[in-house]
């Protein structure tokens, strides 16, 4: 089956921790996002990579890192930096990065951040 | 900068009930139009798009319809099932270079039967 997984489902952190989530796609997608997730505000972009070897900072970026050194995988670390990260986050991916591509944007099933 | 509102939840209905779910949208430009759905602890799905002036977008009796005058693409569906139950997300995305999608912060929808 294709498709996005992210993993742990649940994550627990103590404080001042860094921790990192996993995001595999074997949809042989160029293009990866992470979001997070925050009750009544939406998903905002945390970083993006159009290809591998590359990657830019979203939205809120701050407190985060990520790396892209195969196209199938984008691990994002929730750094001790990261005032506040307890959170859902949203792994994503596109086959194309292009805006004016027809293509859908596919999420994964999300992991749940708690620091404690 | 682009931005989506969505009217706030939950909204309430009872089982072949008629759905509307409003939201507008601020952009530079002619973006693309988005409708998201959450099932309870998953990621989301896309439902349907839109990605001109007056395009209607449709799935599994849901629809919506980009209306440029009034920057606008509500969703609406015209009779509910339990099974719809989840939250409701508005995305628009511009339509060069890299796409990046903006969310509103969703609306959430119960249906009893």
């Known amino acids: 089956d294709g498709g996005i997984t992210q993993s742990p489902k649940y994550l627990f952190r103590k404080e001042g921790q860094n921790v990192t989530l996993s995001c595999e796609q074997n949809?042989?997608?160029?293009?990866m996002y992470w979001y997070r997730q925050d009750p009544g505000q939406g998903l905002r972009l945390i970083y993006y990579?159009?290809?591998?070897?590359?990657?830019q900072k979203g939205d809120i970026a701050e407190g985060y890192s990520v790396s892209r050194e195969k196209k199938e995988s984008f691990p994002l670390t929730v750094t001790s930096a990261q005032k506040n990260p307890t959170a859902f986050y949203l792994c994503?991916?596109?086959?194309?990065?292009?805006?004016?591509?027809?293509?859908?944007?596919?999420f994964g099933p999300g992991t749940r951040l708690t620091v404690l | 900068g682009n931005s989506v509102t969505q009217m706030e939840g939950p909204v309430t209905l009872s089982e072949e009930a008629f759905l509307t779910i409003n939201c507008t949208y601020t952009?530079?430009?002619?973006?693309?139009l988005f409708w998201y759905v959450q099932y309870p602890g998953e990621g989301l799905q896309l439902l349907l798009k839109?990605?001109?002036?007056?395009d209607k977008g449709s799935n599994k009796g849901f629809e919506a319809t980009y209306r440029k005058e009034t920057t606008s693409f509500h969703l609406e569906k015209g009779s509910v099932q339990v099974s719809d139950s989840a939250v409701y997300f508005c995305?628009?995305?511009?339509?060069?270079?890299?796409?990046?999608?903006?969310f509103g912060t969703g609306t959430r929808l119960l249906v009893s039967p």
């Open positions: 994503a991916s596109r086959s194309s990065g292009r805006a004016d591509s027809t293509d859908t944007q596919y």
């Open positions: 949809l042989n997608h160029d293009a």
């Open positions: 990579s159009q290809i591998v070897n590359d990657f």
């Open positions: 952009a530079t430009g002619y973006p693309s």
């Open positions: 839109a990605t001109k002036a007056d």
């Open positions: 995305a628009l995305s511009g339509v060069t270079g890299f796409q990046k999608l903006v």
